[in-house]
Every structure is written in structure tokens, then in C-alpha cells.
């Protein structure tokens, strides 16, 4: 592969800094360089700086070369929170919702997960293949190149697995990181008449999916009418000491205590967050915990948006992420989930970007792999062509990228 130079970038945004949670005010500094260059080489960023230092780097028999002086430049988005691998869809629960029926009455019912685990427990492999590849080709579109997967509509040892070697095999393709998560732990299944026959399952089934590599983090839906505190803390301790990273839905509807929990276990995020107290708060701003805002799916639901400008100005770290899946946020447009950040939640365009990168890298473990422009990271790479950043979250409702690299090989080319 050819060295590939980048010069007379109009911006390059770096996000470059310390490879850990960015808090607070550290979210509003992207270490942009006006008038920029970068150098790849190998899928790496081996170089980059101010534009009068590029040709050092030319050769002209081995190396590509692109004029960035329309585009702002910057790392690959990174969807920390997804619901990838599923079958089926979910309009109608769209009339039972504007029926006034909330998503727990309808998950009560049969309906909500129940539907779609029923679903994806009859979908072949290959059927969840390539609806998951046809989800991941749209996420690429929109700029993003690392993707978590979520589990959890199996709720059976065979469907879980089968959902977990989707999201492995995926990464045989040229085309986003895929991060498998196994939620098991999403609800209990429609038939479970013992609570405790089935979290002794989950507790079975992450020891075998560590040993096999399918899943890199354990996630538990900790809310009223799932999963309790205690029997959250259960599955998440086990998962802590089996290895695996952990994150926990919490705070969606009712606060159960699980935000104070994530943080008491070093949770690697903590996720939705629309009703977290204020001393829950307090603590995410102490701690390494990721909080992980989900606007698409407050949007979709008529909810008020997770305070996220509050946390951030309490000193947090958060991450963005669209929180794709069939029920509560059918859509894999991360920079919408951006634009409803920045719209109704109030943040900057500055935040923003920090929350779709080195925080969602930090939210996965990847932030020595991804998530800024360092050198030795991967060349993962969005070119917008806009006038300033700002005007990404204005003009919404668009897709403003025009072209997406992932280890310095294009993949998506647009015009714009």
C-alpha cells in the first residue's frame, strides 16, 4: 500500500491529548490545526502537523497524494452504543405508544424486546448477517468506523452465541470495527419462570463466550421491571472477574441506584442516564466512568433529553451514540444523534466532536487504537466538507461526509 499524504487540509481536527477520559471543559478542545497535513502509512498515522512540513515526507514514486484544502478533516466516529445484530422491525409499537401505553407496559405485554428476540431466535445466521452488514455499510456512510454490538434479543444460550458470532464475523469485512458486547442480561425471556434458573445462565454462558472470544464487554439493563440492583451488581461482578469490561444500561426510566454502582465497579460506561440524580452526577464527575448519552433515543420516545450539558459544565465525560435498534431508536444516523446534542441538549459543536471520538473510544478500551489523529493510531479518517464544524449540527438532518477512510483505505466516497 501506498503512503498516503494528506496536505493543504483546510482543518485538521486532531482531538490530540492524553489517551483517557476527557472531562468537563478538556471536552471543548479539539487541537485543530489550520492549514494541516497527515501521513499514512501501513493503516497508521505516522506524521502530521502544519502544512509547511509535508513535503519531507514525499516521494513521489510511493506515495498518494490528496489536496485537503476543501475539507475539514477529522478521526472516524466512533457509535459506542448499539444494538447491531437483530432481526425484524418494530413499527407497530408506534401505535401502542401513541396509544399513551409506555415501553414497560408494552414490554409487559409480550411485546417491545419479547418481539424482536422472538424474531431474531428464528432468524438464520445469514439473515442476521446481512442485515447487520446492511446497518454497518449506512453507519459507514454517516462517518462511523467503530461500532459496539450489543447481544440480547436471544435470551437463550444458541441465540446469543449466534448474535455474538454475527458482530465477529463482520470484522472479516473491510468496513467499521465491530465491538461485541453480551447482554444477555436485556430481559428476562417471556417464558422464564425463575428468576434465578436464568441468571445463573447468564452467569454460565459469559464464562463460555470469554473462553470462545465472542464478547469483549458484559452490559445489564438495570431498571424497574428488569434487572434489579442486586442482580445487577451479581452479573457485572462475575463478568469483572471472568475479564471482561462492563458497562450497564441505567437511569432510563426509574433510578435504581445504578449509576453509583457503574461508578463503584469501574464501569467502562454507563448508559442513557434521562433520570440520573443530582449526586449520581457528582460522582460520574470523579470517577473513569464514560456517561453515554442516547438522543435519538429520548427523541423517539418524547422524553427530555439526558442533562448532558449539565454534566458536562459538573465536570463528566460523555460519549454520544445513537443506541441503534428496533424498538426505541430505529436508526443508525449518528450524526442526527449529534445534531439533537448539540439542538436540544445545548452542547457544543467542540463537545460534541470529543463525544464521537477519544470519550467513545475510551467508553470501548480502543482510546490507544482510536478516537484522535496521534501517531502510531489507526488512520481511520472523515472528510466533511462544510465551511466550519458548526455548520455539521446546523444543517441538520443531512449526511455531510464525503468521504470515510478506515486504516488509510477509502471506503466511502460522496458528493457533496
Not at 407497530?92 to 399513551?100: C, H, I, T
Not at 475479564?243 to 464501569?267: F, I, P, Q
Not at 502510531?376 to 466533511?384: E, N, R, S
Request: charged share 20%.
Amino acid at each position: 500500500m501506498k503512503r498516503l499524504i494528506i496536505h493543504h487540509i483546510r482543518q485538521l481536527v486532531t482531538v490530540s491529548g492524553p489517551n483517557r477520559l476527557r472531562r468537563g471543559a478538556e471536552m471543548g478542545d479539539l487541537k485543530i490545526i489550520e492549514n494541516g497535513f497527515l501521513v499514512v502509512e501501513a493503516g497508521k498515522i505516522i506524521a502530521l502537523g502544519s502544512n509547511r512540513d509535508y513535503l519531507a515526507f514525499v516521494n513521489t514514486e510511493q506515495c498518494e497524494l490528496i489536496n485537503g484544502e476543501d475539507f475539514i478533516v477529522l478521526p472516524g466516529f466512533i457509535d459506542s452504543h448499539t444494538h447491531l445484530v437483530h432481526y425484524g422491525s418494530r413499527e407497530n409499537d408506534l401505535e401502542r405508544q401513541a396509544k399513551g401505553e409506555s415501553y414497560l407496559d408494552i414490554l409487559k405485554s409480550g411485546g417491545g424486546i419479547h418481539q424482536t428476540v422472538s424474531q431474531t431466535q428464528n432468524a438464520s445466521f445469514s439473515q442476521l448477517y446481512e442485515k447487520a452488514k446492511a446497518s454497518l455499510k449506512t453507519m459507514l456512510a454517516f462517518g462511523v468506523t467503530t461500532v459496539e454490538a450489543k447481544s440480547g434479543y436471544g435470551l437463550d444460550f444458541a441465540s446469543e452465541k449466534k448474535q455474538l458470532e454475527v458482530g465477529k464475523a463482520l470484522n472479516k469485512e473491510l468496513g467499521p470495527l465491530v465491538v461485541n458486547t453480551f447482554m444477555g442480561a436485556h430481559a428476562f425471556p417471556k417464558t422464564c419462570e425463575h428468576r434465578d434458573t436464568y441468571l445463573s445462565n447468564l452467569l454460565k454462558w459469559m464464562e463460555v463466550f470469554r473462553k470462545e472470544e465472542l464478547a469483549e464487554f458484559v452490559d445489564v439493563f438495570c431498571e424497574e421491571g428488569v434487572f434489579s440492583l442486586a442482580e445487577t451488581k451479581l452479573i457485572l461482578e462475575r463478568a469483572q472477574a471472568l475479564g471482561y469490561g462492563l458497562k450497564m444500561h441505567a437511569d432510563e426510566m426509574v433510578s435504581l441506584g445504578g449509576t453509583s454502582l457503574a461508578v463503584s465497579l469501574n464501569c467502562h460506561s454507563v448508559d442513557h442516564l434521562l433520570v440520573t440524580k443530582d449526586e449520581d452526577i457528582d460522582l460520574l464527575a470523579t470517577s473513569t466512568t464514560v456517561a453515554t448519552i442516547l438522543p435519538l433515543t429520548s427523541f423517539y420516545l418524547n422524553k427530555p433529553m439526558a442533562r448532558a450539558r449539565f454534566m458536562i459544565d459538573k465536570g463528566c465525560g460523555i460519549a454520544i451514540a445513537t443506541d441503534y435498534n428496533p424498538g426505541t431508536s430505529p436508526s443508525e444516523n449518528l450524526q442526527l444523534a449529534m445534531q439533537m446534542a448539540f439542538l436540544k441538549g445545548k452542547l457544543t459543536p467542540e463537545e460534541i466532536i470529543t463525544a464521537v471520538t477519544i470519550n467513545a473510544a475510551v467508553s470501548l478500551g480502543l482510546e490507544k487504537r482510536k478516537g484522535s489523529f496521534e501517531v502510531g493510531k489507526d488512520a481511520d479518517l472523515v472528510f466533511l466538507k462544510i465551511p466550519n464544524l458548526a455548520y455539521l449540527l446546523y444543517h441538520f438532518g443531512i449526511n455531510h461526509v464525503h468521504s470515510v477512510y478506515i486504516g488509510g483505505q477509502k471506503l466511502i466516497e460522496r458528493e457533496t
